[in-house]
């Protein structure tokens, strides 16, 4: 069963603007990890924050994490065209902690 | 670094045969992998881990007898799909996880290979 919810299912923007999409989990967590799918494709892992931090910074991309309601959240600043694609949070649990859980994942659809 | 690739990237067959998707490591040891399945607009749904030499574990739900998963060498693991049908038309995604990834909290990243679409007519 999955694990995550994500919010919203599908976004769109204007190139520019900062896009936010957010993950709600169930379970306890090792970390959180953010993919990004582009139509057909493979996943291109974006970011992973463990369970003990609380925001992370990778170029564009700012991660959060709040584990006391279970949520986390993936800023994209500065939108490219290039970034339209679906992303997936996906969860490391506790027990069974190697396997990922994956959330529904949203849409994101950068206009030019 | 960490390369996962796939073969084929995709495959059209006949209801009734068998089709074997085949997942590489190709730069590293992968001690374990993961399968995943994932219909359109949909998410990754875990099928199977799998341990090299060992015997995987499917998730519930998940039919051993129809999947066959064969991991026989720290970079090689198949997917075989027997007697396909039209609903098992899909979208196979491995992952590989590697002997020394740096432990973050008891959890590991994964690689993911570029997928393999499956169409069953």
């Known amino acids: 069963s999955q694990q995550g919810e994500e919010d919203p299912q599908a976004l769109s923007i204007q190139e520019g603007e900062n896009a936010t999409m957010n993950c709600s989990y169930k379970?306890?967590?090792?970390?959180l990890q953010w993919y990004r799918q582009n139509s057909g494709r493979g996943l291109v892992h974006l970011i992973l924050?463990?369970?003990?931090?609380r925001e992370k910074h990778s170029g564009r991309l700012r991660v959060t994490l709040d584990t006391s309601k279970k949520s986390s959240s993936l800023l994209i600043t500065a939108s490219r065209a290039a970034d339209t694609a679906s992303y997936f949070c996906a969860t490391g649990l506790i027990q069974g902690a190697q396997k990922l859980v994956f959330g529904q994942g949203t849409r994101l659809t950068i206009n030019p | 670094g960490a390369v996962v690739s796939q073969h084929p990237s995709w495959v059209i067959c006949k209801s009734g045969t068998s089709v074997k998707i085949e997942c590489r490591s190709l730069d590293f040891q992968a001690t374990t992998m993961f399968w995943y399945r994932q219909f359109p607009k949909q998410s990754l749904m875990l099928m199977a881990t799998s341990n090299e030499g060992s015997k995987a574990t499917y998730e519930q739900g998940v039919e051993k007898d129809k999947f066959l998963i064969n991991h026989a060498s720290l970079t090689l693991s198949t997917l075989t799909v027997t007697s396909a049908h039209p609903e098992d038309s899909s979208f196979y995604i491995c992952s590989a996880r590697t002997r020394g990834s740096p432990r973050t909290s008891g959890g590991y990243e994964q690689y993911f290979g570029p997928g393999t679409r499956l169409t069953v007519t």
């Open positions: 379970t306890s967590i090792n970390n």
């Open positions: 924050i463990r369970s003990n931090e």
